[in-house]
Nanobody, 124 residues
Framework: QVQLVESGGGSVQAGGSLRLSCAVSGYTYSSSCMGWFRQAPGKEREGVAI????????LYADSVKGRFTISQDNAKNTVYLQMNSLKPEDTAMYYC?????????????????WGQGTQVTVSS
């Protein structure tokens, strides 16, 4: 059974940093891709960053390029999202997701497994 458990969310002021963690179990992510997504109130869920573990490749939404970094620690079965220079518009619930087959896409529909989410709130 695949389980994804996010942690690391919180409240910060604009310009601050947070690191989100996604603990993975029951899933061999080394052969597929995982990602971070977010959903703000009243908005659709959107892709933030994805990583293809086997290739070491990553892809980012334009809105976070240069500020966010996705990474993984295979020994700990954990995927991270380092978020720097946070802005109020980054406020959202952040979700970790995993794909059974990697389609190299930021679209949420390309992912099969989801965590419960962790809240990030950025104040101005």
């Amino acid at each position: 059974q695949v389980q994804l458990v996010e942690s690391g969310g919180g409240s910060v002021q604009a310009g601050g940093s947070l690191r989100l963690s996604c603990a993975v179990s029951g899933y061999t992510y080394s052969s597929s891709c995982m990602g971070w997504f977010r959903q703000a109130p009243g908005k659709e869920r959107e892709g933030v960053a994805i990583i293809w573990s086997g290739l070491g490749e990553s892809l980012y939404a334009d809105s976070v390029k240069g500020r966010f970094t996705i990474s993984q620690d295979n020994a700990k079965n954990t995927v991270y999202l380092q978020m720097n220079s946070l802005k109020p518009e980054d406020t959202a619930m952040y979700y970790c997701a995993a794909a059974e087959v990697c389609r190299w896409s930021l679209l949420p529909t390309a992912y099969n497994y989801w965590g419960q989410g962790t809240q990030v709130t950025v104040s101005s």
